[in-house]
């Protein structure tokens, strides 16, 4: 095993692997450990165990006590530790979509980094496409293909000089890509 360094700004480690913090690392091992069906065996069998030693006990409130406050703790915790996965994986989806709309010739480029804008725009741009996705519907439905790539939020028959033709300004909701590698 590698010695790692101290990285104030958590870049990379002395072997230039990706620094994570002791946090992360508990994260992302409590996740995959809690996520094993051994993992959810031991908590069954705990449940049983307990339910057996109830007659020894009497039922009574500490021994009532006692799953109710383990439960508690291990709910409270494994609340941050799937958020942070959550969020992990989030972040890593967006990524690769923002990559493969990067490399996609005729992909807006707009759209990158789009969980960013405002919730109005958002609307806006999910009202568009809801409409496009109407109309591709209604296409095949009465026979016609529903392959292609329309502009988004353009009326049928706009001419447009360009699919790639940014001049006017076009917002998220009905912008071309630019013509990627000749930027």
Do not use: Y
């Not at 709309?101 to 806006?124: G, Q, Y």
């Not at 016609?144 to 939020?153: A, I, N, R, T």
Request: hydrophobic residues 35%; contains cysteine.
């Amino acid at each position: 095993m590698k010695a790692k360094t101290h990285n104030p700004r958590g870049e990379h480690d002395a072997d230039g692997s990706p620094h994570t913090s002791f946090f992360e690392r508990l994260a992302k091992a409590s996740v995959r450990l809690t996520g094993h069906p051994l993992t959810f065996g031991i908590a069954l069998a705990t449940i049983i165990v307990w339910c057996a030693t109830g007659p020894f006990f009497g039922f009574s409130d500490t021994w009532q006590l006692v799953i109710n406050t383990a439960t508690t703790i291990v709910t409270f915790l494994m609340v941050f530790l799937i958020q942070n996965a959550q969020n992990r994986d989030n972040e890593a989806i967006q990524l690769k979509l923002d990559e493969l709309i990067r490399a996609t010739e005729a992909a807006h480029n707009a759209f990158l980094d789009v969980e960013e804008i405002s919730e109005p725009e958002l609307d806006r741009i999910k009202l568009n496409f809801g409409e496009l996705a109407r109309k591709a519907r209604d296409d095949v439905r009465s026979g016609k293909s529903d392959l292609g790539c329309p502009e988004v939020g353009r009326n049928p028959g706009h001419n447009v000089a360009s699919r790639h033709d940014l001049s006017n300004n076009r917002t998220p909701a009905s912008a071309g890509s630019k013509t990627k590698g000749k930027e």
